[in-house]
């Protein structure tokens, strides 16, 4: 069992950068794939960055690949995304994953466990 919980998200401006945290419970955590995932309203519920349980490998959705960047600690139990150049339409609530068998996958329906979520907000 993994609980996961995200943090870090709120309001900034274009340009701007945010640095969202998700802290997992559970012995799985090294050994799972961990992805970032969002939502914005009235839409699908969307893949944004993925990482290996060694951090060797990473995913990333076309649409913020070069200004996110995922990153773990398995040590802290955590991962990380870092958003710079932000855009008004990377508001979304954003969702962080665990994928306790792999390999490495956007698709949401391979991650097991998901956490409730954190509101980012941009403003133009």
């Known amino acids: 069992q993994v609980q996961l919980v995200e943090s870090g998200g709120g309001l900034v401006q274009a340009g701007g950068s945010l640095r969202l945290s998700c802290f997992a419970s559970g012995r799985t955590f090294s050994s799972s794939v961990m992805g970032w995932f969002r939502q914005a309203p009235g839409k699908e519920r969307e893949f944004v960055a993925a990482m290996s349980w060694s951090g060797g490998s990473t995913y990333y959705a076309d649409s913020v690949k070069g200004r996110f960047t995922i990153s773990r600690d398995n040590a802290k139990n955590t991962v990380y995304l870092q958003m710079n150049s932000l855009k008004p339409e990377d508001t979304a609530v954003y969702y962080c994953?665990?994928?306790?068998?792999?390999?490495?996958?956007?698709?949401?329906?391979?991650?097991?466990?998901w956490g409730p979520g954190t509101q980012v907000t941009v403003s133009s």
């Open positions: 994953a665990a994928d306790i068998r792999g390999p490495l996958s956007l698709r949401r329906s391979a991650y097991d466990y």
